[in-house]
């Protein structure tokens, strides 16, 4: 079985989220991936975000039409630093998984800062690490140490980004075409992002 990890704040999932999920489950064959909202990420730290609740509640209804993507809890339910590492290997001993059938997805943003990481070599050793194109960053500005040690997915750019969302919503612009009608109501419904 083929398991794919995709972690991130995801506040909110956007549409860009769950295209590229869904384009990574179908090149690759991935028979689950799972979405795993970060409870605090390393690099975000500094920026308030939603509380887990509603991040979690925002993703189940992202994901809810999708069969073959789901959500773990698992750093929600760790608490502290979400680190990816702690992450994969805690993820490959539950599921008693290799290195072969366990994939890592991120976008191409975040492999500019991926020499930051906790144990970068690591997560290459213990993982697939697959890179999703996203606008505006070169995948031949990917440094050589990894160019051959990660798997570059095909997919659509999409210009969105969850920070852009929140900005939109805190200034009354429309976001419904960049995020599912559902997590669109649920943001209203409960005003977040509003200042």
């Not at 509640?57 to 069969?67: E, G, N």
């Not at 906790?118 to 960053?137: C, F, K, M, N, W």
Request: with cysteine.
């Amino acid at each position: 079985m083929r398991i794919c990890l995709y972690g991130g704040t995801f506040d909110p999932p956007h549409n860009g989220h769950v295209a590229i999920a869904e384009q990574c489950r179908k090149n690759l064959a991935i028979d689950r991936l799972l979405f795993i909202p970060a409870f605090l990420a390393p690099h975000k730290t500094a920026i308030k975000i939603s509380s887990a609740k509603d991040r979690l509640a925002m993703l189940r209804l992202a994901v809810q039409p999708y069969p073959g993507l789901e959500i773990s809890e698992l750093e929600i339910d760790r608490q502290g630093i979400s680190y990816s590492i702690d992450t994969i290997l805690q993820i490959k001993k539950e599921l008693s998984l290799t290195t072969e059938n366990l994939y890592f997805l991120i976008g191409a943003d975040s492999l500019s800062d991926f020499h930051t990481w906790r144990q970068p070599d690591r997560i290459l050793d213990e993982s697939r690490v697959v890179v999703a194109g996203r606008p505006h960053y070169s995948l031949n500005d990917v440094p050589a140490e990894y160019r051959n040690r990660i798997t570059i997915l095909s997919n659509p750019l999409m210009e969105i980004s969850s920070t852009d969302i929140r900005q939109k919503v805190q200034y009354n612009k429309p976001v419904r075409h960049l995020i599912p009608e559902s997590v669109a109501d649920y943001i209203d419904r409960h005003r977040l992002y509003r200042k």
